[in-house]
């Protein structure tokens, strides 16, 4: 079965700064892995994915994520927050036609 | 095209009521999800399909059932409803091509039951 631990529940940032949203996957095979974010009272909206193409992955908004097999590892990093990368993000990995989600970070971005 | 919408975006329950939620896409997409959310456990699945008059069950399926007697709709039944079950309701919808199964959202139904 596959799994995702998302490091941090809360994470906080002033604006300008960088983010990194933390991820750790367990798989028994060549994993995908999606990052999705959700503004508040909204739906999920997908970041960027990884489908073993390429190790470092751009996104939307800014965003990339870097698959790193040897650590489990799929962190979300954006250089500079914006006040309107305020939300959460989840981290999910597919397993067969599902997709199993972590327990989400929520990123605070301060002026 | 609207993509993936829900009816209602809110609603209140007695507990012991019944009421089914709607979700309808527009992509013409086979499969199709139906997750909760809860504070500080993400998205788990409820049921889902993988085409018209199939059905599974995901993770916490207890308590509720669903239907896809047509393509385009996904219904999830609560037949009694309980305080447990007050979430947020997200469905979702798919096709299956290539290595990932990209999932659109629709906006989710918030249910509280007293």
């Known amino acids: 079965a596959q799994s995702v631990t998302q490091l941090d529940s809360h994470v906080s940032v002033s604006e300008g700064t960088p983010v990194l949203l933390r991820c750790n996957y367990s798989?028994?095979?060549?994993?995908?892995l999606f990052w999705y974010v959700q503004h508040p009272n909204k739906g999920l909206q997908l970041l960027l994915k990884y489908t073993s193409a390429a190790t470092l992955v751009k996104g939307i908004n800014g965003f990339e994520a870097e698959f790193k097999k040897s650590e489990t590892s799929f962190h979300l990093t954006k250089p500079s927050a914006h006040m309107s990368d305020a939300a959460e993000y989840f981290c999910?990995?597919?397993?067969?036609?599902?997709?199993?989600f972590g327990t989400g970070t929520r990123l605070q971005v301060f002026p | 095209n609207a993509g993936v919408t829900q009816t209602p975006k809110f609603r209140v329950l007695k507990t012991g009521q019944s009421m089914t939620l709607l979700c309808a896409q527009d992509m013409n997409h086979e499969y199709m999800y139906w997750y909760r959310q809860d504070p500080g456990m993400g998205l788990r699945l409820i049921h889902y399909s993988v085409g018209e008059g199939t059905t599974a069950k995901g993770e916490v399926p207890d308590g509720y059932n669903v239907s896809r007697l047509k393509k385009q709709n996904f219904l999830l039944g609560l037949e009694s409803a309980a305080p447990s079950q007050t979430s947020v309701y997200f469905c979702?919808?798919?096709?299956?091509?290539?290595?990932?199964?990209?999932?659109?959202f629709g906006p989710g139904t918030r249910l509280t039951v007293l």
């Open positions: 979702a919808s798919s096709n299956p091509t290539g290595t990932y199964n990209e999932q659109f």
């Open positions: 999910v990995v597919r397993w067969t036609d599902k997709l199993i």
């Open positions: 798989s028994s095979y060549s994993p995908s």
